[in-house]
T-cell receptor, first 118, second 111 residues
Framework: DTGVSQNPRHKITKRGQNVTFRCDPISEHNRLYWYRQTLGQGPEFLTYFQNEAQLEKSRLLSDRFSAERPKGSFSTLEIQRTEQGDSAMYLC????????????????FGAGSRLTVL | AQSVAQPEDQVNVAEGNPLTVKCTYSVSGNPYLFWYVQYPNRGLQFLLKYITGDNLVKGSYGFEAEFNKSQTSFHLKKPSALVSDSALYFCSTDSWGKFQFGAGTQVVVTP
């Protein structure tokens, strides 16, 4: 198992363009999370999935952001009509939610995809 | 809402000295608390967690954390810091399936 993989590692785009990030989680993990991190801040929750179902999306998240996990394996995060304020590191994490245990899942993070909007 | 706070932006410590990184929490019910570490250009890595039981939790790389219910704290500690411990540390809590993170504390260990 190679851990959580994110691509591309760095994306530079012009304002108004669309970008898509991909995350490949650990294969046996059923939960997948997207976070955004800006300099000097902790990861900010965006959305998460259990298998292919999107369980929650941050109310602070613009409608320009959409995420999918169509087959319960890899996930994509798309940002439409990018703005300079979207510049950040986008982190993906996965975990195994064991039905027999309550909460306390440990997250395994990818290295992140850095977005720069010019 | 479940949340954690890290009151220090940066902690400076000399190599060999004890290291403490502070975290306080605001959680209804029984808290699930975590510490993660982030090295430059790397993803966050899990260090340790508190779910229930013993208030002193031991984790990776010689780190431990003490859960204090009366002070609503979960401070990360290491008895003898190494230069290689220099990194960004995040406290986190499980908030109904999603995780909330503190703003992070930069640890600088000088030789």
């Amino acid at each position: 198992d190679t851990g959580v993989s994110q691509n591309p590692r760095h994306k530079i785009t012009k304002r108004g363009q669309n970008v898509t990030f991909r995350c490949d989680p650990i294969s046996e993990h059923n939960r997948l999370y997207w976070y955004r991190q800006t300099l000097g801040q902790g990861p900010e929750f965006l959305t998460y999935f259990q298998n292919e179902a999107q369980l929650e999306k941050s109310r602070l998240l613009s409608d320009r952001f959409s995420a999918e996990r169509p087959k319960g394996s890899f996930s994509t995060l798309e940002i439409q009509r990018t703005e300079q304020g979207d510049s950040a590191m986008y982190l993906c994490a996965s975990s195994l939610k064991d039905r027999g245990r309550s909460g306390a899942n440990v997250l395994t993070f990818g290295a992140g995809s850095r977005l720069t909007v010019l | 809402a479940q949340s954690v706070a890290q009151p220090e932006d940066q902690v400076n410590v000399a190599e060999g000295n004890p290291l403490t990184v502070k975290c306080t929490y605001s959680v209804s019910g029984n808290p699930y608390l975590f510490w993660y570490v982030q090295y430059p250009n790397r993803g966050l890595q899990f260090l340790l967690k508190y779910i229930t039981g013993d208030n002193l939790v031991k984790g990776s790389y010689g780190f431990e954390a003490e859960f204090n219910k009366s002070q609503t704290s979960f401070h990360l500690k290491k008895p003898s810091a190494l230069v290689s411990d220099s990194a960004l540390y995040f406290c986190s809590t499980d908030s109904w399936g999603k995780f909330q993170f503190g703003a992070g504390t930069q640890v600088v260990v000088t030789p």
